[in-house]
């Protein structure tokens, strides 16, 4: 590209959101409700890379409805999409033939709850902030962060649009736009590109705890009307996975004959050849499983990286000029499976903090503190910190973590006078493909079992194709002379979507790295588990990616 350097437009407002997810939305709502009770007023954008709001929401989902009521109390009259209550819990520990049932734990009883498609619901919260004013613009992707000559954020500018795979200036050109705020609440979702960046800058993890992570895989399935059980929760855990590999299923069924059922595998996992899209589908085989989808159709799929570290990996949540909310910052609670609840309560709070600090008496500061602040008063800091040792106790095996969990929860009661630490990155746990035998997954059927990309199909997924690949590598020559060497190039396989493609010549000879960027559903996995972190994933032209119609 050339080196002429583009005067952009820039747009200024009070607050600024990046991501339209659950947490970016309370937040902006809840200063515009704050704004209208105070006679205040207070502009606030919220940025959106996906084609609209709930594009690239994927979540199981079971929501815990606690911070809704704080938002709208009125959720009931406004509509709100939560048509299935949570009626019966089901926990199974599967062998390879058969299951045993297990008491539910505590933190997974859904009485009060309800089985939601989250990206409908966040579509509702979208035209929740509309009506009180928000502006919202979706299709912009955030791709870089501003900042003052002190270094505190200014905001963030939208990707350039219209330039070519070549780095040139296509036809359809369009510079990017600055957006300006007093305050950038950062709520990008699980490792967030911009995110990412703001860590380092500002060093947020200095005293926290790495972050980990899974990888949550989906599908939605119109089942025969006979085997429908709205309300019914399934999850399990054991088989396919061996029990050094932290990880389960969801079935949830939903209201109008459909089941949402996914798997998630915790991305510490050690060997090389391990598939989580192939383990999914596996498991749909399984004798407990396999009956409820058969003669019914799967309609959509997705993937997501989802937060496991906990109270010990949350990081310093401020910064100059800004903050992060939600996943961005890492609230989910694994023991229950949950995190909508949480995002949306951090969301709040940050809303609440900006709210007063921006409309108080004298200079504002340029961080926020008191956001943080604000939040370890809270019921969520309380929940979080409650099982805070649960996720890391599977470190030492799925029996281990079993017992261990149930001393916790049960006898200390998630007051344990010690925190345990996670075993370390995730990246790092990968071990080299010497020690392990490659594992030879049964083929799909095509009727519960798919491949890949008959699946990818199914999150209608698009790229603009005439645009610089948003898969980044640190160096080329890594893909081959370390991952293709020493661990058989397990980008080929933790990717759900088939981005990572092995291809040689007709001989076997010349093995190079394939990367079919189109494919990317923005799971953000391959950011997480390259063993080399020669991966980065930077942010496409807006619009591009997932389209997720009920997920």
Known sequence: MSDEVVEREFMEYDVLVVGAGPSGLSAAIRIRQLAAEQGKELSVCVLEKGSEVGAHILSGAVLEPRTLNELFPNWQELGAPLDTPAKEDAFLYLTEANHIRFPTPPQMNNHGNYIISLGNFTRWLGEQAEALGVEIYPGFAAAEVLYHDDGSVKGVATGDMGITKTGEKGPNYQPGMELHAKQTIFAEGCRGSL??????????????????????????????????????????????????????????????????????????????????????????????????????????????????GGFQSIPKLTFPGGMMVGCEAGFL?????????????????????????????????????????????????????????????????????????????????????????????????????????????????????????????????????DQPAHLTLKDDSVPIAVNLEKYDAPEQRYCPAGVYEIVREDDGSNPRLQINAQNCVHCKTCDIKDPTQNINWVTPEGGGGPNYPNM
């Not at 589908?281 to 003669?295: A, C, D, N, T, Y």
Request: no cysteine; net charge neutral; proline share 6%.
């Open 333 to 465: 609670n694994v023991p229950k499976i949950k995190g909508t609840h949480l995002a949306m309560k951090s969301g709040m709070t940050a809303a609440e903090a900006v709210f007063d600090v921006l409309t108080g008496e004298g200079e504002a500061p340029r961080e926020v503190t008191d956001y943080a602040d604000r939040l370890k008063d809270t019921w969520l800091w309380k929940e979080l910190y409650k099982v805070r040792n649960i996720r890391p106790s599977f470190k030492y095996g799925f029996w281990g973590g079993f017992f261990y969990s149930a001393l916790d929860t049960v006898i200390l009661q998630g007051n344990a006078p010690w925190t345990l630490k996670h075993h370390g990155t995730d990246h790092g746990s990968l071990k080299p493909k010497s020690q392990f035998k490659p594992i030879d997954y049964p083929k799909p059927d095509g009727e519960i079992s798919f491949d890949r990309l008959t699946n990818v199909s199914f999150s209608f997924t698009n790229h603009e194709e």
């Open 195 to 308: 995110g990412k960046m703001l860590m380092e800058k500002f060093d947020l993890r200095a005293n926290s705890d790495v972050q980990t992570y899974g990888i949550g895989i989906k599908e939605l399935w119109d089942i025969d009307p006979a085997k429908s059980e709205p309300g019914k929760i399934v999850h399990t855990a054991g088989w396919p996975l061996d029990s050094k590999t932290y990880g389960g299923s969801f079935m949830y069924h939903l209201n109008g004959n459909q089941v949402a059922i996914g798997f998630v595998v915790g991305l510490d996992y050690e060997n090389p050849y391990l598939s989580p899209y192939q383990e999914f589908q596996r498991f749909k085989h399984h004798p407990s499983i396999k009956p409820v989808l058969e003669g019914g159709r799967r309609v959509s799929y997705g993937a997501r990286a989802l937060n496991e």
